[in-house]
């Protein structure tokens, strides 16, 4: 990829969490906030009026919610959803890779077989089961994400630190007999983060990716807090009916999401070279 | 060889016994098991009853054996709502999902690795940056989403193909399946493509990076010096040496195609062992979610087995090597 497209992806990527930050303000309205809703205005069409002269850029949905609204809000949950795992499944897959590069012996072969096995099970399947045995809710999608994603951090975790243990840096901080944890936690942490942020990034699409098709499927975030995916879900319903505009505009904000981060994390790992691949 | 073979089938046996544990402990120990395995609506009694005949009484370990017992007479309980044996359910829907993983197989092998070696071989030209980026746009864009437009597209517009269902009344070969009518067919077109598309980017990536690398080697050089034709290098030498790492990919992915079938099938409404699933866990149908569970464990254990050996068979240095 060339660096103007990699720009253009930062830069996207940058536009949509800015709308997804600022969405109280750019909305029309509170999508959540049943009382603020018309079905008078249900299912309009982009730019169909409404009976009382109103147009919506996007439509409306089947409770008369203004689907731009229902979208900045829907990004806001996907991104909360998609962070949040991302950086837990990430703290969990660098203890794991660091603890394994440092223990050695049976911890590491332990660590290796367990990680070896999740990774021959797709991501989509560990985490519909994980839901299917621990129920449904905001938080118990994030643990499902983390649980079916902290074997690719803790790879690359380990891969890194194996690397960086034997170089220099270490051998002189444990020359001036400096404390195990200062080591761990000032000097290789520090020098493994780089190549473990860009996997993240590039797992941080996936995870979005993930939580989008949870929520579709009925699995994923409560229908209170709609993300992308539960948009699209209801929009689903309207298909046959022609009604595309529902299940359309958050498919495209939820492709722009996730191409953006894609595009800027595997460049990132292409940057790193090798070291960093997972 | 022959030892090899039987080391990684013992390994395959160790991995479904751990993945037997798992599932194990996934259903029995999470909460009350007596809340998993019978309905909601039985009375205390019926309960306590439930709870001795099922052995919920003895010991773990005992309790596991006999878990383990009972799954290998294929008898994983009772679906609570059909109240008909859940493997048999999970098994009658089998063939449904194998059929639309195996046609997004065909579609995403036999598009994905011509694309990607061409890509590779026309590394400069323009169409190829076109088609990478098509590859990166597949890459992310959900499954979901994409069933959804080809619905919009090619049901509801321009109405050339049905949205939804299958239809297994044609016959190959003596088996009831789509491949055997035009109509079945129609009706697994785009279940298929929109089930291949993920699958078709990542060959296609794969592929291409893959070829990238071979294409410098030396023998590519000396077969070029040598005269070797354009259709020979690439089908032949080329697609030899990315061929054992592909299959391992192809073969991993198949697997990852059954999983991600769930997701199609609900879309299409394709009456696979995906839905059923969803079905399952929305109506809280615990034995049949279990019964998928170890019929997709076994499946997956022995395309990884399979797998394997096919290395074994393709690169006799993996022969020597010997197991790590």
């Given at each position: 990829?060339?660096p103007?497209?990699?720009?253009l992806?930062?830069?996207a990527l940058g536009?949509?969490?800015?709308?997804?930050?600022c969405?109280p303000?750019?909305?029309?309205?509170?999508p959540?906030?049943?009382?603020?809703?018309?079905?008078?205005?249900a299912?309009?069409?982009?730019?169909?009026?409404?009976?009382?002269?109103r147009?919506?850029?996007?439509?409306?949905?089947?409770?008369?919610?203004d689907?731009?609204?229902?979208?900045l809000?829907?990004l806001r949950?996907?991104?909360?959803?998609?962070?949040?795992?991302?950086?837990a499944?990430?703290?969990?897959?660098?203890?794991?890779?660091?603890g394994?590069?440092?223990?050695r012996?049976?911890?590491?072969?332990l660590?290796?077989?367990?990680v070896?096995?999740?990774?021959?099970?797709?991501?989509?399947l560990v985490?519909?089961?994980?839901?299917?045995t621990?129920?449904?809710?905001?938080?118990?999608?994030?643990?499902?994400?983390?649980i079916?994603?902290?074997?690719?951090?803790?790879?690359t975790?380990?891969?890194?630190?194996?690397?960086?243990?034997?170089?220099g840096?270490v051998?002189?901080?444990?020359?001036?007999?400096?404390p195990?944890?200062?080591?761990?936690?000032?000097q290789?942490?520090?020098?493994?983060l780089?190549?473990?942020?860009a996997?993240?990034?590039?797992?941080?699409?996936?995870?979005?990716?993930?939580?989008?098709?949870l929520?579709?499927?009925?699995?994923?975030?409560?229908?209170?807090?709609?993300s992308?995916?539960?948009?699209i879900?209801?929009?689903?319903?309207?298909?046959?009916?022609?009604?595309?505009?529902?299940?359309?505009?958050?498919?495209?904000?939820?492709?722009?999401?996730i191409?953006s981060?894609?595009?800027?994390g595997?460049?990132?790992?292409?940057?790193?070279?090798?070291?960093g691949q997972? | 060889?022959?030892?090899?073979a039987?080391?990684?089938?013992?390994?395959?046996?160790?991995?479904l016994?751990?993945?037997?544990?798992?599932v194990?402990?996934?259903?029995?120990?999470?909460?009350n098991p007596l809340d998993?395995?019978i309905?909601?609506q039985?009375?205390e009694l019926?309960?306590?009853?439930?709870g001795?005949a099922?052995?919920?009484?003895q010991?773990?370990?005992?309790?596991?054996?006999?878990?383990?017992?009972?799954?290998?007479?294929?008898?994983?309980?009772r679906s609570?709502?059909?109240?008909?044996?859940?493997?048999?359910?999970?098994?009658?829907?089998?063939?449904a999902?194998?059929?639309?993983a195996?046609?997004?197989?065909l579609?995403?092998?036999?598009?994905?690795?011509?694309?990607?070696?061409?890509?590779?071989?026309?590394?400069?030209r323009?169409?190829?940056?076109?088609?990478?980026g098509?590859?990166?746009?597949?890459?992310?864009?959900?499954t979901?989403?994409v069933?959804?437009?080809?619905?919009?597209?090619?049901?509801v517009?321009?109405?050339?193909?049905p949205?939804?269902?299958?239809?297994?009344?044609?016959?190959?070969?003596?088996?009831?399946t789509?491949?055997?009518?035009?109509?079945?067919?129609?009706?697994l077109?785009?279940?298929?493509?929109?089930?291949?598309?993920?699958?078709?980017?990542l060959?296609?990536r794969l592929?291409?990076?893959?070829?990238?690398?071979?294409?410098?080697?030396d023998?590519?050089?000396?077969?070029?010096?040598?005269?070797?034709a354009?259709?020979?290098?690439?089908?032949?030498?080329?697609?030899?040496?990315?061929?054992?790492?592909?299959?391992?990919?192809?073969?991993?992915?198949?697997?990852?195609?059954?999983?991600?079938?769930?997701v199609?099938?609900?879309?299409?409404?394709?009456?696979?062992?995906?839905?059923?699933?969803?079905?399952?866990?929305?109506?809280?149908?615990?034995?049949?979610?279990v019964?998928?569970?170890?019929?997709?464990?076994t499946?997956?254990?022995?395309?990884?087995?399979?797998?394997d050996l096919?290395?074994?068979?393709?690169?006799?240095?993996?022969?020597?090597?010997?197991?790590?």
């Amino acid at each position: 990829m060339k660096p103007r497209a990699f720009s253009l992806a930062v830069a996207a990527l940058g536009l949509i969490a800015l709308a997804a930050l600022c969405a109280p303000w750019l909305a029309s309205q509170d999508p959540h906030d049943l009382a603020q809703l018309s079905l008078a205005h249900a299912r309009l069409a982009p730019f169909e009026a409404a009976p009382d002269g109103r147009w919506y850029l996007l439509g409306t949905d089947d409770q008369g919610r203004d689907m731009t609204a229902a979208i900045l809000y829907g990004l806001r949950t996907s991104l909360g959803v998609g962070l949040s795992a991302t950086l837990a499944a990430l703290a969990i897959g660098l203890i794991g890779g660091l603890g394994a590069a440092l223990l050695r012996g049976w911890p590491e072969a332990l660590i290796l077989r367990l990680v070896d096995l999740q990774l021959s099970f797709p991501a989509i399947l560990v985490a519909i089961v994980l839901i299917a045995t621990l129920g449904e809710g905001t938080g118990k999608v994030v643990s499902a994400v983390v649980i079916a994603q902290w074997a690719y951090y803790a790879r690359t975790a380990r891969a890194v630190a194996r690397v960086e243990i034997e170089r220099g840096y270490v051998a002189a901080a444990r020359g001036l007999a400096l404390p195990q944890w200062r080591i761990v936690l000032f000097q290789l942490i520090p020098n493994c983060l780089p190549p473990m942020l860009a996997v993240a990034t590039v797992q941080m699409a996936a995870a979005i990716s993930l939580e989008a098709t949870l929520s579709f499927l009925g699995l994923g975030v409560p229908l209170t807090r709609p993300s992308l995916g539960l948009l699209i879900a209801n929009g689903a319903h309207y298909v046959f009916a022609g009604q595309y505009w529902m299940s359309l505009a958050p498919g495209v904000a939820l492709l722009a999401l996730i191409l953006s981060i894609q595009c800027v994390g595997e460049q990132w790992v292409e940057r790193l070279g090798p070291q960093g691949q997972p | 060889m022959l030892s090899e073979a039987a080391a990684r089938l013992l390994q395959s046996l160790l991995v479904l016994l751990t993945m037997s544990a798992v599932v194990f402990a996934g259903v029995y120990l999470i909460g009350n098991p007596l809340d998993m395995l019978i309905p909601p609506q039985a009375s205390e009694l019926e309960r306590a009853q439930a709870g001795h005949a099922l052995g919920l009484d003895q010991s773990l370990i005992t309790q596991y054996l006999l878990f383990l017992q009972h799954a290998l007479e294929g008898n994983l309980g009772r679906s609570f709502f059909s109240n008909s044996p859940a493997l048999g359910l999970i098994l009658d829907r089998l063939p449904a999902t194998i059929e639309l993983a195996l046609s997004a197989a065909l579609i995403a092998v036999g598009l994905g690795v011509p694309i990607g070696i061409g890509c590779a071989w026309y590394a400069q030209r323009f169409g190829t940056r076109v088609l990478l980026g098509l590859a990166t746009l597949g890459f992310s864009v959900p499954t979901f989403w994409v069933g959804l437009l080809l619905i919009m597209l090619f049901s509801v517009q321009l109405q050339w193909l049905p949205s939804g269902g299958r239809d297994a009344s044609g016959h190959l070969f003596g088996i009831a399946t789509s491949f055997g009518s035009w109509r079945g067919l129609s009706h697994l077109l785009l279940p298929a493509i929109s089930l291949a598309l993920f699958k078709l980017a990542l060959l296609i990536r794969l592929t291409y990076a893959a070829t990238r690398e071979v294409l410098q080697q030396d023998f590519i050089l000396a077969a070029r010096a040598r005269g070797v034709a354009l259709p020979r290098l690439l089908g032949v030498h080329v697609l030899r040496n990315i061929g054992v790492s592909l299959t391992q990919v192809i073969g991993l992915e198949f697997g990852a195609l059954v999983a991600f079938s769930i997701v199609t099938e609900s879309v299409f409404a394709w009456p696979g062992m995906g839905k059923l699933l969803i079905d399952a866990i929305n109506s809280l149908d615990r034995p049949v979610v279990v019964a998928y569970l170890l019929v997709t464990v076994t499946l997956f254990t022995a395309i990884n087995l399979v797998v394997d050996l096919i290395a074994l068979v393709l690169d006799p240095r993996l022969r020597r090597a010997g197991l790590q």
